[in-house]
């Protein structure tokens, strides 16, 4: 594999998960990109970007580890460069920041309080924070700062149906987004399905975008045939860890309140769920694993599980993040990671699962499946032409169904 992050954009990605960035004193943020927020679990916490062949990023720079960053991003004019030991790296483009970040909702809430772009998408953190933050000993996941940022600045703690539908209609029109993706953390009575389920049957009526949920996994397998049928997309299960030692050790709340076999048997039966439609919405299940606090051989059995039950791997690379427990653990290495992610692309294509199939879906927080191509000597040639095939084909029929309703419903001004 091409081991210049100059010519493999791939590297560079993962390179900046693990090493972050550091600012040159000529980069001022004030008057470009989306700026640094807080959001969501702690992955959002970066500076939003565009690398080479069309990746989008979300880089660290406030991490104390970053400041360490052999990259440095540089500015003259409009135009920024990343630099490492005095050398040119790559031309980047800081993700394009839209008018409706600077606006409020009719309740004068900011909107970026009610969902922020995490590269093209937007992203929703739904409810009140994880419970785990809350109970007299915290049993809060040790790397999740989601705790630390609801409710104080970077997101609202209650967001209205009206509020989301007004955030939804100004990203849909100004910024483009085809997906809506809701995250909530542990909710004691399970009450995370009941929460969104308003949000998504509005949002598929009136906009037709691709809708995903997170959560935990509910006890009542059924509630997941529910929610398939009114639509929704995606469905994603954040086990973090294979290790079971290790999953009791970093997700003590998780380990007590569900078990990595409830998890896993969660992912197993939503797997299987694409079979049953209805068949005008794609439906893809993902099982997310964090890279980079098990060894790399157990993030690799991750995957040939995830993939061997048709469910598509997504690997986070571990931060860092200020303020959590594990803020003064090092940021894994970039070498012992590359394999993991060599092997997300060769199992996806393997087991010929719809990677990279989502129309204008551009992901910053991970680097997905089949960008981790270039990390593989293996072609699979007609998986590629079948998997492209498959995308312009969902890209045409989802496009004009969004066009539809977007003729038929009128977005708030």
């Known amino acids: 594999m091409e081991m210049d992050v100059r010519r493999n954009p791939a590297l560079l990605k993962l390179d900046l998960y693990c090493r972050g960035l550091r600012l040159d004193e000529s980069c001022d943020l004030h008057d470009s990109g989306r700026g640094l927020r807080r959001t969501r679990a702690g992955l959002g916490s970066g500076l939003e ?56 909702t009719r309740t004068h809430k900011p909107a970026t309080r009610i969902g922020t772009l995490q590269g093209t998408y937007l992203g929703i953190y739904q409810a009140r924070v994880c419970d785990y933050w809350t109970e007299k000993v915290k049993v809060n996941c040790k790397f999740c700062s989601v705790g630390l940022n609801l409710g104080v600045g970077d997101d609202a703690d209650e967001k209205s149906l009206d509020e989301v539908m007004e955030v939804v209609w100004a990203a849909r029109r100004e910024s483009g987004i085809t997906y809506v993706d809701f995250n909530t953390g542990h909710l004691e009575g399970e009450t995370y399905l009941d929460i969104l389920e ?27 045939d529910g929610l398939r049928e009114m639509g929704v997309n995606r469905v994603s299960f954040c086990f973090e ?59 690799i059995a991750a995957i040939d599980w995830l993939t061997s039950v048709g469910a598509i791997p997504t690997v986070c690379v571990f931060r860092p993040l200020v303020g959590t427990d594990y803020s003064n653990l090092p940021p894994p290495e970039t070498e012992p990671l590359i394999p993991v992610f060599r092997r997300l692309y060769e199992s996806c294509m393997e ?12 992901v910053s927080l991970v680097l997905l499946p089949e960008e981790a191509r270039s990390f593989s ?14 995308a312009a084909v969902a890209g045409r029929f989802l496009r004009a169904r969004m066009a539809r309703r977007d003729a038929r419903y009128a977005a708030p001004c």
């Open 49 to 104: 970007m565009i690398l080479p062949g069309g990746l989008w990023t979300n880089v660290p720079v406030s991490e104390p580890f970053a400041a360490r960053s052999p990259y440095v991003l540089t500015r003259e004019g409009d135009a920024y460069r990343i630099v490492r030991d005095g050398l040119d790296v790559a031309a980047v483009d800081l993700s394009p920041r839209p008018q409706w970040y600077d606006s409020v």
């Open 351 to 362: 087991r010929r699962l719809p990677i990279g199939c989502a129309p204008d879906v551009h």
């Open 241 to 299: 860890i294979y290790d079971p030692a290790i999953f009791r050790e970093v997700c003590p709340g998780k380990h007590r309140q569900y078990g990595l076999e409830r998890y896993l048997e969660a992912i197993r039966y939503c797997a299987q769920l694409g079979r049953r439609g209805p068949w005008h919405e794609p439906w893809v299940t993902n099982g997310e694993i964090i890279a980079g606090l098990e060894p790399p051989e157990s993030s």
């Open 198 to 224: 308003p949000y998504i049957r509005r949002i598929k009526a009136e906009t037709g975008l691709m809708v995903g949920v997170q959560t935990p996994p509910h006890n009542d397998l059924r509630r997941y």
């Open 377 to 390: 000597d293996r072609r699979f040639p007609l998986g590629e032409v079948r998997r492209r095939s498959v």
